[in-house]
């Protein structure tokens, strides 16, 4: 089987903590997406996990990489990054703990990243009887009414007990892909950076670094010279710099398999010629790959055309949003970036701000940002840059 002939797909896991995401996944894949150590000690998604599968039924095949993105209320920002990846998402929501503060807030962050395509999976029924599942239903459709996913479909499943898994790959496996740019200059989003490197290897064996993530559009091959920005970070004098990064790729891998040529659609890992002081502990996430010229230069400034959600989701007592304000600080979610920025100006629905950490900006990509509230940050409206 050649895989780069079978039609990709990026799905998004989403969902509150514990409410079985990742025991969909390894469902659905055969494996376990939390590969920290940190993570299966506390039994939560804490970064990005990966997991690609083969979905295959009735002699249809597509290849599916599934982002399992946070579920916890303090890593709100990280299930931005991953929504910036994906092409459709799966909701998951516990039938015997119902809809929470972070099932809206993941739901209206989907929205504030345009991904509009989403299957809700209504989680857990074997710990609910029928009367209590039937309420749970009627809840979830109260709740996605007038909002992107009020004609999603809801499939009731046990995770646990694999009950109705087949429900999800008919899903998954009937959804429209969507139509992929080849012809334009890459661009590769990096939500991973990582040394492959077994402590001990003979130099003569050394791997060089890895970066991982998906490509958005255009295509690479083996031997493409590439840039990296903001790439990595130089102090001088107490000053911090960034450094734009060139680097070949050496080796294609789609999941576990080898390939010559890189497409948009599935995640992708790339080995490079880099040290692998530069990719290791995700140092390189949040960075964006073209090959050499293509891309904008890093910036300490941008600017967005804004929409301010009505209501604030992520907390128990929903509470109007306050109008934005000059000096005030916010968190934006660039593609894979988080930075934090001042507001410099504010024109109607338009805003610049100042950064404290640069980023590409790419004009008509899609921004969600948050906003401290009770030290947390609570996601309050989405734009693009202009």
Known sequence: MNINDLEMLNIGMVGHIDHGKTTLLSQLTGKFADTHSEELKRGITIKLGYADAVIEKDGKKRYVSFVDCPGHEMLMATMLSGAALIDAAILVIAANEGIKPQTREHLIALQAKNVDKILIIQNKIDLVDKKQAMENYKAIKNFIKGTIAENSPIIPVSAQQGINIDGIRDYLLSIEVPERDLQSAPEFLIARSFDINRPGTEISRLHGGVIAGVLKKGTFKIGDEIEIKPGITEKHANQISYKT???????????????????????????????????????????????????????????????????????????????????????LSVNTTITIGRISKINKDEIELQLRIPVVPIKGDSVGFARNIHNHWRLIGFGEII
């Open 245 to 331: 990064i060139r680097t070949k790729i050496n080796s294609i891998y789609r999941g576990n398999h080898s390939i010559e040529e890189a497409s948009p659609g599935g995640s992708l890992a790339f080995e490079t010629e880099l040290d692998n002081v530069i990719t290791k502990s995700d140092s390189l996430s949040g960075s964006v790959v073209s090959k050499i010229g293509y891309l904008p230069e890093i910036s300490d400034k941008i600017k967005l055309r804004f929409s301010l959600f009505p209501e604030m989701v992520g907390e128990e007592k929903r509470t109007k949003i306050e109008d934005l304000k000059l000096s005030e600080t916010i968190m």
